[in-house]
């Protein structure tokens, strides 16, 4: 059994990539509901678990998470890479929307830096093989469940159903407590929408610390650079992350970059910062 999504012609020029907040908190909300099911996530699981009593209407969305099967009206797709949390909301009916913002607020906002760090690097990596090697190779990388054959993504996982985005295009969302399932909207009344785990999140709890080796050798800031780019960052972020001047970034960012240690690109608006292949040796 399988969800067929046809992507020809137009379809496939509309495929981009977004992530989405209010997806990330309701999904997380499910994982506090069945948490053997999102093992990766229990020591977050524990953190929030001492935070959810009091959240009012939380049981009321909870229930309408119970099933395999999630509600659209739940998950609008993004219309943006990175929709802010205000935005998608307005396309959630109340009360639910009032109830995913205070989650968000007291579940995910304190994580979300480092969240969205992990889907930055996914998107990052993802558009660089769409640009060297096609849509087909992004799909045949995406998640065990996808797979792309004969001009068709295919979820093998859900009942039998065919999906017709030729016209409308496709939104890939990386996520992160959607893990470990890829998800499909069905019945998509615009742009379809594949959400799917997002690479590197077996790391995403983890306590980062700066190895002491690598400190004596370029200086304490700026192994600590290098540890917090193990995902794409901007200057502003690693400059709140390390209580130091944005100016005081650029400059160690500069030294790292001349000796082959990170790379920047811009994206859009942003410039981001990742450090390379050599840097990941030095950090081993």
């Known amino acids: 059994m399988a969800v067929w999504v046809r992507l020809a012609g137009v379809g496939l020029a509309k495929v981009r990539f977004a992530y989405s907040p209010v997806f990330e908190t309701?999904?997380?909300?499910?994982?506090?509901?069945?948490?053997?099911?999102?093992?990766?996530?229990?020591?977050?699981?524990?953190?929030a678990r001492e935070r959810v009593d009091g959240i009012p209407g939380l049981g009321?969305?909870?229930?309408?998470?119970?099933?395999p099967a999630k509600p659209a009206d739940l998950m609008p797709v993004p219309d943006v890479r990175m929709p802010d949390l205000d935005a998608e909301l307005r396309h959630v009916?109340?009360?639910?929307?009032?109830v995913i913002r205070r989650c968000h607020d007291l579940l995910i906002a304190p994580h979300w830096t480092r969240i969205t760090a992990v889907l930055e690097a996914d998107i990052a990596a993802r558009a660089a093989t769409l640009a060297d090697k096609g849509v087909e190779a992004v799909f045949?990388?995406?998640?065990?469940?996808?797979?792309?054959?004969?001009?068709?993504?295919?979820l093998h996982r859900k009942p039998e159903h065919r999906v017709d985005l030729a016209e409308r295009g496709l939104v890939l969302c990386p996520s992160v407590f959607c893990w470990p399932k890829a998800w499909i909207a069905i019945d998509p009344v615009g742009q379809g929408v594949l959400r799917y785990p997002a690479r590197g999140i077996g790391t995403l709890w983890e306590e980062r610390g700066t190895p002491h080796d690598l400190a004596a050798l370029i200086g304490r800031?700026?192994?600590?650079?290098?540890?917090?780019l193990a995902a794409p960052r901007s200057t502003t972020d690693l400059a709140t992350a390390l209580g130091v001047t944005a100016g005081a970034v650029s400059q160690h960012i500069g030294v790292l970059r001349a000796a082959r240690?990170?790379?920047?690109?811009?994206?859009g608006r942003h410039v981001l910062h990742m450090r390379t292949a050599r840097a990941d040796t030095l950090m081993t």
């Open 60 to 67: 009321t969305l909870l229930a309408r998470l119970e099933g």
């Open 261 to 267: 240690l990170v790379t920047t690109r811009r994206e």
């Open 140 to 154: 045949q990388d995406l998640h065990p469940e996808v797979t792309w054959a004969d001009g068709e993504l295919v």
């Open 221 to 228: 800031t700026r192994a600590h650079l290098l540890t917090l």
């Open 93 to 98: 009916a109340q009360p639910e929307a009032d």
């Open 26 to 47: 309701v999904m997380a909300v499910d994982g506090l509901r069945t948490p053997g099911a999102h093992a990766v996530h229990l020591p977050w699981v524990r953190w």
